[in-house]
């Protein structure tokens, strides 16, 4: 795997893990009454996974573009 690919892929793995520790974090901490809200729901069950994922993708995304702005050019 070229190294640029496998160092996106790692950051972007890092920012999901962080995501789904913090949409647990909000979930645990009943911010807005979310898990009585969920588990109210019919479709509970879909919804908190497509929260979880939602929550992975925004923070795997956020994390992989943060550590690429970071990368500094080389000077040749």
Same mark, same amino acid.
């Given at each position: 795997?070229?190294? =640029?690919?496998?160092?996106?892929?790692?950051?972007?793995?890092? !920012? %999901?893990?962080? *995501?789904?520790? #913090? +949409? @647990?974090?909000? /979930?645990?901490?009943?911010?807005?009454? =979310?898990?009585?809200?969920?588990?109210?729901?019919?479709?509970? !069950? %879909?919804?908190? *996974?497509?929260? #979880? +994922? @939602?929550?992975? /993708?925004?923070?795997?995304?956020?994390?992989?573009?943060?550590?690429?702005?970071?990368?500094?050019?080389?000077?040749?």
């Amino acid at each position: 795997m070229p190294r =640029l690919l496998s160092f996106m892929l790692r950051q972007f793995c890092n !920012g %999901a893990v962080m *995501g789904l520790a #913090f +949409a @647990q974090l909000l /979930l645990w901490a009943n911010v807005g009454n =979310l898990p009585a809200l969920l588990a109210s729901d019919p479709h509970g !069950g %879909a919804l908190t *996974g497509f929260y #979880f +994922a @939602q929550g992975a /993708l925004l923070f795997g995304t956020l994390g992989m573009s943060v550590a690429l702005m970071n990368l500094s050019e080389s000077d040749e």
